[in-house]
């Protein structure tokens, strides 16, 4: 372990020709689980970690921020070949005589990978846990066991940690993300595969990708991803879905839309620079038809998955490894341990849920004073009707009332009509006032 983060200008960095990084200075330190080899050194180019401050709260960023990723699969997939490229460094320099085909030998051990990293002033100690690869033997049963006792003893470690007196010091060595490395077949997953990513999803973050893309066309990349993923949905695995928000500007959703598109990585690792034709230097691996670029987004995934990890998710899924991953286990250890905890007291609120509630609740409340609402107006509306027809039958009456009158008044004087017509004589006297009172009326 080292205190020193030496402040590496941004952006300067270029590979030697040769391969080799600039300044690494492996070093052994010792570690609970294996072999660590520090390198302090920056990665290749700019890759954002200096985000991070506005993902979390001054703490992290004033203690720096460990990240702690594993490479898990089958042998041979490049799971060391992709920790160079992330580290772009060699990781086992000088170690062994190396062999007439300069190929890397196979790991044999648990090791890990660390180095103290800056950009802009943020400090990060990026630790890659290197796993030998299964699947060699007849009998590969058993092989997904190293592996999950190394992630639990991390969780044991930070327990015990915990349970300290002092735990201003934490150091959390917990495996944050674990790349499950899937061989090229373009078929469906196998079933190590499964039973690996069954035994490990519960306890890391699990993200899946396909290696040595290199070996498959374009179409066969994009439908060998959409079956594995449906193999993956089919067994009940949970991957690491990144989280979206919903009030999160445009180009971070573009952003999350874009990584989670891209779900499994199809990568391509390489230490080694190689000429391009058209005369540039690159990260890549060399072919008589032409060469693929680990660090060009149109020819693998590389670039996508590291901004993954260390730009954009990197705090959320220490996060999720935290509250989630870590709670789970540590309260079933309790719970094996005798040690039964009141549920409710570590019940998580989440934030979504609790606003859903709180929303339908609202519209409960809304619902009944709309109801009670129309109600009310309902009853207005009755008693204006009733009003209005009670008026009607008045005027109706008062109308049957004068119809009658008028109907009585045409009797009489048609009455008249008849007597004078007949010659009997009326008297000026009754004529008038006949009409006076027919005025009258
Ligand atoms: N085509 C291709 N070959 C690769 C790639 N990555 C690594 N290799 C080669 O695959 C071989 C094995 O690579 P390693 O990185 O040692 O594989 P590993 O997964 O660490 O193997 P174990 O340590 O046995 O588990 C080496 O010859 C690498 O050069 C890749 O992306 N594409
Ligand atoms: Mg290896």
């Known amino acids: 372990m080292t205190d020193s983060y030496p402040g590496t200008p941004n952006g300067d960095y270029a590979p030697a ?3 080799k990084a600039n300044g690494s200075l492996p070093s052994q330190a010792p570690s609970t689980t294996g072999v660590s080899n520090v390198v302090r050194k920056k990665l290749m180019g700019y890759v954002g970690f200096a985000n991070l401050p506005n993902q979390v709260h001054r703490k992290s960023v004033r203690k720096g921020f460990q990240f702690t990723a594993m490479v898990v699969g089958e042998s041979g997939l490049g799971k060391s070949t992709l920790i160079n ?4 460094t060699k990781l086992y320099p000088g170690k062994e005589v190396p062999a007439p085909s300069a190929e890397r030998p196979k790991t044999v051990a648990i090791e890990s990978i660390s180095a103290d990293i800056e950009e802009n002033g943020v400090r990060l100690r990026l630790t890659v846990v290197d796993t030998p690869g ?8 058993d092989s997904w066991k190293p592996i999950v006792e190394n992630i639990e003893a991390r969780f044991d470690a930070y327990l015990e940690q915990e349970n300290r007196v002092n735990r201003l010091k934490i150091v959390d060595n917990r495996v944050h993300a674990c790349l499950y490395f899937i061989q090229p077949t373009g078929h469906s997953l196998k079933p190590i595969d499964i039973e690996f990513m069954r035994r490990l999803h519960t306890k890391v973050n699990l993200i899946p990708v396909i290696a040595k893309a290199d070996t498959m066309t374009e179409e066969e990349i994009r439908d060998f991803k959409a079956r594995i993923l449906s193999d993956i949905a089919y067994h009940n695995i949970h991957i690491y879905e990144a989280p979206t ?7 971070a959703l573009a952003e999350a839309e874009e990584i989670a598109s891209k779900i499994p990585f199809a990568i391509v690792g390489s230490d080694n620079v190689v000429d391009t034709p058209d005369g540039r230097q690159v990260r890549g691996r060399a072919y008589p038809w032409g060469v693929i670029e680990v660090d060009n987004e149109d020819h693998c995934d590389f670039v996508k998955l590291r ?4 730009r954009t998710y990197m705090e959320e899924l220490r996060e999720h490894t935290n509250s989630v991953l870590y709670e789970n286990w540590r309260s079933g250890k309790l719970l094996g341990m005798g040690i039964a905890q009141d549920p409710s007291v570590f019940q998580e609120i989440n934030p979504a849920v609790r606003s859903q509630e709180e929303r339908t609740l609202h519209e409960a409340k809304l619902a009944k004073m709309e109801a009670e609402m129309k109600l009310v107006f309902q009853q207005k509306v009755q008693e204006k009707e009733s009003k209005l027809k009670q008026s009607e039958e008045e005027l109706y009456a008062r109308h049957r009332e004068m119809k009658d009158a008028l109907e009585k008044q045409r009797a009489e004087l048609e009455d008249k009509k008849r007597r004078i017509e007949s010659g009997r004589p009326l008297t000026p006297d009754q004529k008038n006032t006949k009409k006076k009172g027919f005025l009258r009326t």
């Not at 060699?136 to 049963?141: H, R």
């Not at 928000?245 to 180009?251: A, K, R």
């Open 17 to 19: 020709p040769n391969g």
């Open 307 to 310: 901004q993954m990890l260390i």
């Open 85 to 88: 490229t992330l580290f772009n």
């Open 245 to 251: 928000y919903e009030n999160e500007d445009e180009e």
């Open 134 to 141: 299964f699947g060699d033997f007849v009998n590969n049963d």
